[in-house]
């Protein structure tokens, strides 16, 4: 089922249907810094760039593609950006985003007439006329936002064997680079849309993963930032210790662009108190020479898993190398550690759960029947589409976790160990940043059996509540990877521009070709049957 089949929604699809004259359509490609100065040269015009992607976004949901990457489409961009538009001509200009269109995750809250669902139907009716912190911000800063993405139900906290990219409101996201192949999650929507040039970039959230892994396997951009450098209020939540909202772009000044209107602190989120203090200008730090005279610790997480992605991770060092940047090969952090950490993590999420939704759902319009976890929980066992596929085990058990007084000196505790096991490389070796493969190429999508995962260096950044960025670092068999740069909290501007410098110096992204399976790639031909 799909929320967007709406009369408002329709008449969006046809305005867009009409292009207006003398438009000058740029490529869906063009970066958001490209967007902007076409705009300021007058070769398009906001509004021209609405109706191109309400139209992309009508035909890359037909019967023949079907990405599934966007769930609803706002019914007021068109007005909005008409009305930016009009300050344009009148000479105001809010900054690099005026005029630019964002598509926001359907678990963060917009008043535009848009429920969000979390991807699940038990919030169908969830529309709170009320803007996500992070949301107004954009506004604010002149983007335009365009709709609502796909994502795994519940930012995929509801089954350990949940189809990453699937939820009962929007089906599967499908990869642009190979619709057999996932999109990862939970933001997977919001990854496919961007590299399937849906719009200019995007907001994804992370509890751990989240943003990186989708990035990383749709061939774009993420950025996972310091918990609490963005705020979190009236986001659906998992846990406050982990939970952020990040860009997903198509280039790093794109992110850094975002980033800059997103960042900042929130009276209703006491987690951002530091925001002001720590944001910074993070498009002007960006620096082509950034990497010459870097350290770099190189973690080879997962090596041998897949020998085709080691290979283009080592391509991507002698990159760093060619760019100036020192590195120094790490052992990585103690296996028995970082299994501690994954453990407690888990139990420590499932049980902050219930009481962050609870809290949550008790905001929402009465329309919203659902009004707590276990009401959640009931809904899903009365509704077979939502357990259709899988189950929902952690729910449950996360209704069955009894308070414990002493969880926030355990919460502490395993932040303290996260936070130690990166500190040891990256302080440890005095690096600017630690390198790794955000993961390895994306995997059939399996609902019988699941997919294969080959690892992330997600975790101990998710944990610690550090920053974590993906750039695209090259394919295999026409499927992206990405490289991964970690770094020290409120790091942001020093990742963001060793990142820029790297990604302008290899070039790795590539548009997605949409091939139905990998038998469908020119460089596989005959060598594979699909059947």
């Known amino acids: ?50 109706r191109a992607y309400l ?3 009508a035909r890359y949901d037909d019967a023949g593609v079907r990405l599934n990457a966007v769930l609803a489409v706002n019914p007021r961009a068109l007005d909005d950006a008409r009305r930016l538009d009009a300050e344009r001509r009148a000479g105001e200009i809010r900054g690099p985003l005026h005029g630019v269109t964002v598509l926001l995750k359907d678990n963060i809250e917009a008043d535009d007439g848009l429920p969000t669902t979390a991807g699940s139907l038990a919030l169908a009716d969830n529309v709170t006329r009320r803007d996500a912190a992070l949301v107004r911000r954009l506004k604010d800063a002149g983007a335009v936002v365009l709709g609502k993405t796909n994502l795994s139900e519940w930012a995929n906290f509801r089954s350990t064997r949940s189809i990453s990219g699937w939820s009962a409101a929007g089906g599967l996201v499908r990869n642009p680079y190979g619709l057999d192949r996932t999109a990862c999650g939970s933001s997977s929507g919001s990854g496919a849309a961007i590299a399937a040039g849906l719009a200019a970039v995007a907001i994804g959230t992370e509890t751990d993963g989240s943003i990186i892994c989708p990035a990383a396997m749709t061939g774009v951009v993420g950025l996972k930032p310091t918990v609490g450098l963005v705020s979190r209020t009236h986001i659906v939540p998992i846990t406050a210790a982990q939970d952020t909202a990040g860009p997903m772009t198509r280039t790093v000044a794109d992110a850094a662009a975002v980033l800059a209107a997103i960042a900042g602190s929130d009276p209703a989120d006491p987690a951002t108190a530091e925001a002001d203090a720590r944001k910074a200008d993070y498009l002007a730090a960006l620096d082509r020479n950034a990497l010459k005279g870097a350290r770099i610790g190189v973690w080879h997480a997962w090596k041998g898993r897949s020998p085709r992605t080691d290979a283009v991770f080592e391509a991507a060092l002698e990159t760093l190398r060619g760019q100036g940047a020192t590195l120094v090969e790490l052992k990585g952090p103690d296996d028995a550690a970082t299994g501690r950490i994954g453990r407690e993590e888990l139990q420590l999420m499932t049980a902050e759960f219930r009481p962050a939704l609870d809290a949550y759902l008790a905001t929402t319009p009465a329309s919203v029947t659902a009004r707590t976890l276990a009401d959640v929980v009931a809904f899903n066992r009365a509704e077979a589409r939502e357990t259709a596929l899988f189950g929902q085990e952690i729910f449950e058990e996360a209704l069955a976790v009894a308070d414990d007084p002493d969880r926030p000196r355990k919460r502490a505790e395993l932040t303290r160990l996260a936070r130690e ?32 995962f080959l690892g992330s260096p997600s975790r101990l950044p998710a944990v610690s509540g ?8 090259g394919y295999v068999s026409g499927l992206p990877v990405g490289v991964s740069f970690l770094g020290p909290a409120w790091s942001e501007a020093r990742l963001l521009a060793l990142g820029f410098a790297y990604e302008q110096a290899s070039k790795a992204r ?22």
Request: charged share 20%; no cysteine; glycine share 8%.
């Open 1 to 50: 089922m799909r929320h967007v089949l709406s009369a408002a929604v329709a008449a969006a699809f046809a305005l867009a249907a009409a292009a207006p004259a003398k438009a000058q359509p740029l490529s869906p490609y063009a970066s958001a810094g490209e967007q902007q100065a076409a705009l300021a040269d007058g070769r398009t015009t906001s509004e021209q760039l609405v």
């Open 510 to 531: 590539r548009e997605p070709d949409f091939p139905p399976h990998m038998g469908a790639r020119p460089e596989i031909g005959r060598a594979y049957d699909p059947r």
């Open 421 to 452: 096991a990166l500190d040891e490389m990256l302080l440890g070796e005095k690096l600017d940043a630690v390198v790794a493969p955000s993961g390895g190429p994306p995997s059939i999508v399996d609902p019988v059996n699941g997919g294969v």
């Open 55 to 57: 139209d992309r976004i």
């Open 466 to 473: 550090y920053p974590h960025l993906t750039v695209p670092m």
